[in-house]
């Protein structure tokens, strides 16, 4: 048994993770690999643009795929949490401590993953692995799924800010 | 021969911290670390340490909970790390920064010291990125060019590298604690000797610094 010290106040305590989607960076590489693969085995037709149209959309596409989905970097602390997707962290989303009104680790079932930023309008899902996964629950009543390397760790920051937060209710 | 003791695997991460909350029974759980177990297969092997305030005595207290999988499926004594039964991604780049907004200390030299920790810890091993100096800043309520500064100051003393397009990497592994411990550990008897407790310790300590 360890115990750990009392939370001061004045401190001010931020969990940050980054987890990396290799299936997805593999998958985007195989995709494209077909497509070029695709095109020599046309013979000829890279001059034609109902061929090569098509081609460049998919290849916008999976280069698109590779800078926002192979990745995904949380931020959890005072300033509620952060979410953002790839190499120049964009998507983002954003959402205020205030505005959180429960946070809790789920266990993430393989077949629930989304693997990629899936959007309703009651939901949002940033998982790119099965297992641990930090669970948001907002007070407009949204529900965000986020995959993060310690969700408990996560959890923790977010419950510490909130009871450091002088008019925060419990996360 | 000396007959060794069941081993014990600390990890920071698993799929048995899924049930954290599950277990936490509402209390205001601060902290958590899960410990498996690679001794007799009993439900108490895999567990979580979770951290709570304790409201009547307002002191913080560990308790380890049982996960509820291994309750009621009765799972057999582990023969790998849990974390590699995450399927999908790698787990990498985790790390708590904590830094005091009221201390005397500059808060370049905070971070400077949180990035050392992480590193001794393990938390951030050698080729690990850090993250970008923008949204660390925005985090941590400080300005971007003082977390840029913490982190020209690592690469000045071979922490970290700056590469073009791949941001900040850990590329050395810090000297070990041992020499801390060591001198810690004296303190201790020396407080000791003179009838200072920890409270007393910890509150010079924070008054020399």
């Known amino acids: 048994m360890t115990s750990l010290p009392i939370t001061d106040p004045s401190r001010h305590a931020v969990y940050t993770g980054r987890t990396t989607s290799w299936p997805m960076v593999a998958t985007t590489c195989v995709a494209a690999l077909f497509v070029v693969l695709m095109g020599k085995e046309s013979n000829g037709a890279w001059g034609d643009l109902v061929f090569v149209v098509p081609l460049i959309l998919v290849a916008i596409g999976i280069l698109a795929n590779i800078l926002t989905a192979s990745s995904v970097r949380a931020t959890a602390g005072p300033n509620g949490f952060t979410i953002r997707w790839g190499l120049f962290g964009w998507p983002r989303c954003s959402y205020r401590l205030d505005e959180i009104e429960h946070a809790e680790v789920i266990d993430l079932p393989l077949w629930r993953v989304s693997y990629s930023l899936w959007w309703t309008p009651r939901r949002t899902n940033c998982t790119v692995r099965s297992g641990p996964t930090v669970r948001l629950s907002m007070r407009n009543g949204r529900i965000v799924t986020v995959t993060v390397p310690e969700p408990a760790a996560a959890v923790a920051a977010l419950r510490e800010a909130s009871a450091a937060a002088p008019d925060a209710d419990t996360v | ?209």
């Not at chain 2, 009547?56 to 849990?82: D, F, I, M, Y």
Request: hydrophobic fraction near 35%; charge should be positive.
């Open chain 2, 1 to 209: 021969m000396p007959v060794p003791g069941p081993p014990m695997l600390e990890e920071n991460s698993s799929r048995a911290l899924a049930g954290l909350v599950a277990q936490g029974t509402g209390r205001h759980a601060l902290a958590a670390r899960c410990v498996v177990s690679n001794g007799p297969p009993t439900p108490q092997a895999y567990g979580i340490d979770t951290s709570f305030r304790d409201p009547s005595s307002n002191n913080v207290r560990t308790q380890r909970v049982p996960h509820r999988k291994a309750l009621t499926r009765g799972w057999p004594e582990p023969r790998r790390p849990l974390t590699n039964c995450v399927y999908g991604a790698s787990i990498n780049g985790t790390m708590r920064w904590t830094i005091d907004l009221t201390s005397r200390e500059r808060l370049q030299d905070q971070i400077v010291a949180c990035v050392r920790r992480g590193v001794a810890s393990g938390e951030l091993p050698v080729g690990e990125q850090l993250p970008p100096a923008a949204e660390l800043g925005t985090a941590l309520s400080v300005d971007r060019n003082t977390v840029l500064a913490a982190y020209r100051q690592l690469r000045d003393d071979g922490v970290l590298e700056f590469r073009r397009g791949r941001g900040a990497r850990v590329v050395s592994e810090a000297p070990a604690l041992s020499s801390v411990t060591e001198a810690a550990q004296k303190l201790i008897a020396t407080a000791r000797e003179h009838g200072l407790g920890t409270n007393d310790l910890i509150r010079i300590i924070k008054e020399l610094t």
